[in-house]
């Protein structure tokens, strides 16, 4: 069953500005990562923050979390229309190592 | 490093025909692999979880005797479509992790169409 829920689900920015996209799940977690698909392709690992982790950063991408919210956000700063693709939130927690993913938000960034 | 292949990229087959799309671990050793599938402009579904040499675990919903799965090798896992329907065109994507560890290392897909 889906447990990350993405918000927005379709973001359109123009090239340059800065791009946050928010994700909510319902269960307890070990961890939250976030993917990006560019379209019919497979899936890039972005990042992979820790339940004790509040905040992580790598190159442009900016990742928070909020355990008591049950929340994380993605921040991509100075976006660029290569990053138009669709992002993932996937929450791991269970002893199988399972991810579950959310919807996705699809990004698009103009030039 | 951290590659993962899958063969074919795309396969178009007729109804009642099986299909097989393999899942390779380039450059590391996949002690777990996991199949999803992705319908168009959706999140990607578990379908299964395959650990080297053992049965793989079934999400639920999913039919066992359908979507046939083989990890025989710490490097390949395969994927086999039993009697394919056109409602089992999808996009599947495979992944790898290397021990116990929650960090997936995905495939590009496979585009399935059943005609």
């Known amino acids: 069953s889906q447990q990350g829920e993405e918000d927005p689900q379709a973001l359109s920015i123009q090239e340059g500005e800065n791009a946050t996209m928010n994700c909510s799940y319902k269960?307890?977690?070990?961890?939250l990562q976030w993917y990006r698909q560019n379209s019919g392709r497979g899936l890039v690992h972005l990042i992979l923050i820790r339940s004790n982790e509040r905040e992580k950063h790598s190159g442009r991408l900016r990742v928070t979390l909020d355990t008591s919210k049950k929340s994380s956000s993605l921040l991509i700063t100075a976006s660029r229309a290569a990053d138009t693709a669709s992002y993932f939130c996937a929450t791991g927690g269970g002893s199988n190592y399972k991810l579950t993913f959310g919807k996705g938000t699809l990004l698009t960034v103009n030039p | 490093g951290a590659v993962v292949s899958q063969h074919p990229s795309w396969v178009i087959c007729k109804s009642g025909t099986s299909v097989k799309i393999e899942c390779r671990s380039l450059d590391f050793q996949a002690t777990t692999m996991f199949w999803y599938r992705q319908f168009p402009k959706q999140s990607l579904m578990l379908m299964a979880t395959s650990n080297e040499g053992s049965k793989a675990t079934y999400e639920q919903g999913v039919e066992k005797d359908k979507f046939l799965i083989n990890h025989a090798s710490l490097t390949l896992s395969t994927l086999t479509v039993t009697s394919a329907h056109p409602e089992d065109s999808s996009f599947y994507i495979c992944?790898?992790?290397?021990?116990?560890?929650?960090?997936?290392?995905f495939g590009p897909g496979t585009r399935l169409t059943v005609t």
């Open positions: 269960t307890s977690i070990n961890n």
């Open positions: 992944s790898a992790s290397e021990g116990a560890v929650y960090e997936q290392y």
